[in-house]
């Protein structure tokens, strides 16, 4: 092997063993807060129940250990595949199951999706009891289903079946797209983009009661240009929360149907509370016109079209440079190796780090408009209540949530917020 492919190989393992220790360290910096925070914070006090706190910190605790084992587990997996060019092996197996079956080596496309089949299932199998634990802890503080090993196994087999035609699919578009392929995947990104704008969930509209003329009241007052407001189907992955949306000149607000709910007795509409009061939610849409009135859209799309293009151009230097192949042992160049060797490559976390800084900001940026209005107090009971409702621990070492998340965290928020100054 070649000096330069014998450094890249070296470099991916050291990349991977730095990551892994830079992630332990902000783990531990987390864990030392959840241990420090045994009662909650002055600031937060008056927001959360005592046993609500203490449950959501020992969950909290579980998880962090939990993550400390299994990302400890998948970097074994992840080292033994680059010690031992164990791509490359599996890649060769992927040969010998495809001629086994009775096709040559030419149908790259088939050989492509055995090859993901195998790395999956090897990652699968991994973090197996990883995931069954945690659905156990889930269901315990979250009152998710648990799911049983051969549960586990059955969605896999699914999530692969499905899977199968679309590999298939993407080794097929890579061999017609030839160079152009890259100027091709940014503009279906660009339609995407485009699509996003309109939101093709059920809507149903808000009906006629105090929360919608205190909203239509508070639009008008900071010149927003409301079209309609709108309740939507909350689904598990959302918090609970209210957004705009919409083209320019006629948007709308959209409720979380775990906000409020609309019942209909005959010809009758009723709306009830569910989770927050219509101040707090008032405080919420006043977050959220903050983002509309300050271009935090726009920022948010300019930082998304900068990582598209980065994260395009990384991929086309990936797939065409043939030391890293060689580093792994290829001598060819299959595109899905190409896009599995992409992970080890640092600009995609700088990228994520630098995006997340921006959001984190913009975020502030919004809670600050929110105070000028003299809404914090609400604003600080809704985020308090929203944290509760998903049993999320409300506070993180500042230095952890600004690595992990894109928002910060409720602890954070509030005490900004009390920082400050209203004018």
């Known amino acids: 092997m070649l000096i330069i492919e014998e450094h890249l190989h070296t470099g991916v393992l050291i990349y991977i063993w730095t990551k892994y220790i830079w992630r332990q360290l902000l783990e531990s910096r987390q864990r030392s807060i959840l241990k420090t925070y045994e009662v909650a914070p002055v600031e937060i006090q008056e927001l959360i129940r005592d046993d609500d706190y203490r449950n959501y910190q020992v969950y909290a605790l579980y998880k962090n250990v939990l993550n400390v084992f299994k990302e400890t587990a ?24 495809l001629i086994h079956l009775g096709f040559d080596e030419s149908h790259d496309a088939l050989r492509t999706t055995i090859f993901l089949t195998l790395l999956s299932s090897c990652h699968f199998l991994v973090n197996l009891p990883f995931s069954i634990y945690e659905s156990y802890l889930n269901n315990d503080y979250e009152h998710n289903e648990r799911v ?61 009661c105090e929360l919608r003329n205190q909203l239509v009241a508070f639009t ?68 959220e016109i903050a983002h509309w009135k300050q271009w935090h859209t726009f920022i948010r799309f300019l930082v998304h079209q900068t990582r598209l293009v ?4 990384s991929l086309r230097f990936v797939m065409n440079y043939k030391p890293i192949y060689e580093a792994f042992g290829f ?24 995006a997340r800084a921006i959001n984190r900001q913009l975020e502030f940026s919004a809670d600050r408009y929110v105070k000028r209005l003299k809404k914090d107090r609400a604003l600080k009971s809704a985020i308090a209540k929203i944290g509760n409702h998903f049993s999320l621990f409300p506070v993180q070492d500042w230095f952890y949530s600004y690595c992990y998340y ?18």
């Not at 000149?249 to 019942?263: A, T």
């Not at 980065?310 to 151009?313: K, M, N, S, T, Y």
């Open 148 to 208: 049983t090993m051969v549960e586990a196994v059955l969605s896999h087999i699914i999530t692969q079946t499905i899977i199968f035609p679309f590999a298939y699919l993407l080794v097929v578009v890579f061999k017609m797209g030839g160079d152009n392929i890259f100027l091709y995947m940014f503009c279906v990104a660009e339609l995407e983009a485009i699509f996003d704008l309109f939101d093709h969930r059920i809507l149903e509209p808000l009906p006629p």
């Open 331 to 354: 001598e060819d160049k299959p595109y899905i190796i190409g896009i599995v060797l992409l992970q080890f490559y640092p600009i995609f976390d700088v990228c994520n780090f630098m």
């Open 310 to 313: 980065v994260h395009l151009a």
């Open 406 to 423: 894109d928002q910060p965290s409720c602890h954070e928020r509030i005490l900004a917020l009390d920082r400050y100054k209203s004018f």
């Open 74 to 97: 998948n970097l074994g997996l992840t080292t033994i595949f680059i010690v031992f060019r164990s791509y490359k092996k599996l890649w060769m197996r992927s040969t010998e199951i």
């Open 220 to 287: 008008e007052e900071n010149d927003f240009p409301l079209f309609d407001i709108f309740l939507v189907e909350s689904s598990g992955n959302h918090h609970s929360k209210v957004f705009v949306h919409g083209v320019p000149g006629q948007k709308i607000i959209v409720l979380y149907n775990n906000i409020v709910s609309h019942h209909r007795n005959g010809r009758h509409s009723e709306l009830s509370s569910r989770l927050l009061t219509v101040d707090e939610i008032l405080a919420l849409v006043a977050h």
